[in-house]
């Protein structure tokens, strides 16, 4: 009893004692009194805790493609600021320069490829991967329609819908055969790692069936006779590999059918390798002549039938029969249907895009890749957008102060400024008015908008268009997820150009894509190879293969393929290449 008034009391007193805060009334305060044990409890109803506020939904990426674009973009890409999915039927990616030395066995299929989930192991969660190959993009629902790469898909299971907020596309390009007949079915093409490993078999065939009692010597030449149609990158090189792997492997496993062993390259052009340097061209032929390929220029394949390739020759019109044992395809490369279907046309090559890399029609879709092409805003088109812009005065003319205001801008917005002026061997953005509109603008250098357009009218004849590589892909994937991790960043402060188009107000979030050339390889057999390298440089010969090795050690994608690449190199060059039809 005399326990329980104590605490009655002192639970009065703590009553008094508390400082309510304002506007909290006596009932947000519970006092509790056990007659048994004197507890007191006091509970501020007003400052419950709050649950939290769930997190801001991730925007959805979908990525299209695991090849070098996409590959680049996904390593590059902060995934923590997306949910970001990857569909793509091939599970790893493949480092498809060294295509052609898997051909011959230099280099194994598997030293060259890298498991897509390996790759992104440390991501963990923030990037999903479905084995699946895109069939239609739908860029009115924003949503991609695919279907599982792994096993039948007879009941539709294997079909599935993922919606986006970006989509990537990057899925590369597929062989162009301009409707050649007979090449589908009777060529060999070198764009995977699938193709490398047929080749590699069907080598080993026609030299085993050449081995074969009561040929003819004809037959034994139609077997031995291996075509490759296409003088780019891809046909000299797969050229140069099957050269050294019959010289230095198989002749002397088949010596008695040495004699009959013939490569033939058709080129439609004047020169193999049009695309490089001029010496360089005349460096490979020379070299081939002598190591005995024989190179047909200036044919263009019009036929290929199950044993026979018909040829006609461009400044004759004469048509030619070449029996043949293997033909590989290297001529071009063309739009994959999923892309055809997107474009809703079929006469471009590939996906248009603007300097940063978006599909104009469609705000959330991006292409970058073989798949894709940039298509440069021409200057004449913003002309007058640009002199509005730059006439801060209104005077309806425009000083050389007033365009050096937004030289900078303009170079940015429209590279074709600066390779002009380089072209003609122009210093500054004087030199190119004086160009444009000759002397008589040196003392006064005022020009109104006609004399403007007259003296920019031949910038847009320097107008490039990036090369279809993997350099460019890796390039393009680099950028846009740079760009994707400073979205918002940007958004608030940019970074890019004024814009010049339209009503010319602001500038741009990002700076536009701009391809920077590292060079180009060309390995040309018997450990020799040919470079085309920044600043007009070019090297050949045997010091430049071994360039060529230590370039193509470092862009491995991972210290794994690297070692076992390398290691390749190193059986090769002890033992060989092995010639077993597995």
Known sequence: MGFSFFA????????????RPAGVSTAALLLTAASGGGIVAYADSSRAEEAPEPPPRKKKVVVLGTGWAGTSFLKNLDSSRYEVKVISPRNYFAFTPLLPSVTCGTVEARSVVEPIRRMFEKKGKDVAYYEAECLKIDPTKKAVHCRSAVGTNLDGNGDFMLDYDYLVVALGAAVNTFNTPGVMEHCHFLKEVEDAQKIRKSVIDCFERASIPNISEEEKRKILHFVIIGGGPTGVEFAAELHDFLVEDLVKLYPAIEQFVKITIIQSGEHILNTFDQRIAVFAESKFQRDGIELSTGFRVIKVSDDSITV??????????????????????????????????????????????RVPECDSVYAIGDCSSISQRKIMEDISTIFKVADKDNSGTLTLKEINDVLEDICIRYPQ?????????????????KGGLGDSHKESMVVNIEEFKKALCHVDSQVKTVPATAQVAAQQGYYLADCFNKKDHCTEHPEGPLRLTGSGEGHHNFRPFRYKHLGQFAPLGGEQAAAELPGDWVSMGHSTQWLWYSVYASKQVSWRTRVLVVSDWTRRFIFGRDSSRI
């Open 312 to 357: 006609k020759c461009k400044s004759s019109g004469v048509e030619t029969l070449v029996p043949y044992g293997m033909a590989i395809w290297s001529a071009g490369i063309g739009t994959r249907p999923v892309i055809t279907d997107f474009m809703n046309q079929g006469k471009r090559r590939a996906l248009a895009t603007n300097e940063w890399l």
């Open 8 to 19: 009655s009391r002192a639970a009065a007193r703590f009553l008094e004692d508390i400082r």
């Open 417 to 433: 400024v600066e390779l002009y002026m380089k072209s003609m061997h122009m210093v500054d953005i004087a030199d190119l008015i």
